[in-house]
């Protein structure tokens, strides 16, 4: 079953290459986009709740904190909580393992159609080349389109010829294209939030996690990869914006009592200022004149500085 699903797979992509003015590049830029907005629902879902999640963590701390002796009534609190948040911890979770087959199907079919692609270029990028073999041909190493190449060989082979990486066209776009996915994968756990420490911690090691595994997989791969965060955070920018939309308070007009529907408040247009009069300027005649008494004041105490007339 997994290899028919394979098959099939790799069936469609070579329509789309076939229909697409016979490049692969385009063929797979169409492959990730059919495959994102498939997908796009579940993965609204999943964002949505993460968001939610991260709404209520704030009161969780504060449960864990109250009942962090009594396991049974921090569990019972929890689920009161979601359940009036309306919020299911599952739900994140499910639209994932929902497509996860699917998304490592697609990666498998990318990584064998690296073969097909020969010595195919999008923008600069080898379809079929790695970061490794593009160092590897800018400085001269014998069996650079190896694609198994290793990361220490091509290391030494650089350190032992660095005056080679002057060829910047053999390597330079598909390294860019993997500095973009690293930077995409920072700046997606950034916008998951960072209050959480542990969370903090996943936004250092995931992009270097990333920029390591990807080091070594062929351009086809590493564009799909870089579209597919690139649509994943707009998404997630999307639904951060919509949820703090919804958690904006409601202003009432008045407080409602028990029993009566509360009524939103209804703000009316500002009316236009009218321009106001000038001051009129007085005259030494209207200053009053003063009848030459004095008038005295006394103190409560020594210590008080506020004056009363005497009676």
């Not at 030494?156 to 053999?170: E, F, I, S, W």
């Not at 030459?292 to 009676?311: L, Q, T």
Request: hydrophobic share 45%; aromatic share 10%; with cysteine.
């Amino acid at each position: 079953m997994w290899s028919a699903a394979s098959n099939y797979l790799g069936q469609f992509l070579e329509f789309l290459h076939n229909i697409l003015f016979g490049s692969w590049g385009w063929a797979i830029v169409a492959l990730t986009v059919i495959f994102r907005l498939v997908t796009h629902p579940l993965n609204a879902k999943q964002m949505r709740s993460m968001q939610q999640m991260q709404r209520l963590q704030p009161r969780l701390k504060v449960l864990q904190e109250k009942y962090k002796d009594d396991k049974e009534a921090l569990s019972r609190e929890t689920m009161a909580l979601y359940k009036e948040n309306k919020v299911n911890p599952a739900s994140g979770c499910l639209p994932l393992l929902i497509q996860l087959p699917v998304l490592i199907l697609l990666f498998n079919v990318l990584r064998d159609s690296a073969s097909k692609f020969g010595t195919d270029t999008f923008f600069g990028v080898p379809l079929a080349g790695t970061v490794l073999t593009g160092l590897a041909k800018a400085v001269g190493l014998e069996g650079w389109n190896n694609p198994l190449l290793g990361i220490g060989e091509t290391f030494k082979a650089v350190a032992a010829n660095p005056a080679g990486l002057v060829n910047v066209g053999a390597y330079l776009p598909i390294l860019i294209l993997l500095i973009l996915i690293v930077f995409l994968t920072w700046y997606q756990q950034k916008l998951t939030g960072n209050d959480n420490p542990q969370m903090a911690t996943m936004g250092i090691i995931m992009p270097i996690f990333m920029g390591f595994i990807c080091i070594s997989m062929p351009g086809g791969l590493l564009i799909y990869w870089m579209l597919s965060s690139l649509f994943a955070v707009i998404q997630q920018k999307y639904t951060v914006n919509k949820v703090a939309k919804e958690e904006k308070p409601v202003l009432y007009a008045e407080r409602p009592r028990e029993g009566e529907t509360a009524k939103k408040a209804e703000f009316a247009a500002k009316p236009a200022r009218k321009a106001s009069a000038p001051a009129k300027k007085e005259s030494f005649a209207d200053i009053p004149v003063s009848s030459g008494k004095s008038e005295a004041f006394e103190y409560e105490d020594d210590d008080s500085f506020i004056p009363r007339r005497k009676k």
